[in-house]
């Protein structure tokens, strides 16, 4: 028993890794294809790093609370979005590199409604009944619709 309660200690750390280590690459992806690392590109980092770290000391302290995977969850769909926006194929674009482009945007509105939920379930760790479901359900809707839209009619800029 005690061995399964180390194993689900490091399991947080181990997804903190993980997430850390997916950005990195993000990050280095970004600097091979040249683009611009702006104010607002370190304002990301900071959000995709920071979360899942928190995240983790979170869940390794109190496993069976919901906050600290909820922000393991956020830094790791959110790692996976920059990573999709890092990536800057040239011409002509391969059907794979579309649907790499195209994940993007869900992936970040994905992050985004795991924010909000964060948010609604703070500090218990429970959604309470009534009007929050209904907006987290509202929100999960609306996200499905982006997500299909975003990849039936996808835009290359």
Do not use: K
């Not at 985004?112 to 309470?128: K, N, Q, Y």
């Amino acid at each position: 028993m005690a061995a399964a309660a180390r194993s689900n200690a490091r399991l947080p750390f181990l997804a903190a890794g993980v997430g850390l280590v997916t950005f990195v690459a993000a990050v280095v992806m970004v600097i091979v294809v040249a683009r611009e690392f702006g104010t607002d590109d370190a304002l990301w980092v900071a959000v995709w790093v920071g979360t899942p770290v928190v995240g983790a000391m979170t869940a390794a302290l109190r496993p069976h609370h919901s906050v600290g995977w909820l922000m393991l969850a956020v830094g790791a769909v959110g790692v996976a979005s920059q990573f999709c926006y890092s990536y800057a194929p040239g011409r002509p674009i391969s059907d794979l590199q579309a649907l790499l482009i195209g994940a993007g945007d869900p992936l970040l509105y994905l992050a985004m409604i795991l924010v909000c939920t964060l948010v609604l379930m703070f500090p218990d760790g429970t959604l309470a009944p009534g009007w929050r479901r209904h907006l987290l359900l509202a929100a999960c809707l609306t996200w499905l619709v982006v997500s299909v839209t975003a990849f039936v009619a996808p835009t290359l800029s």
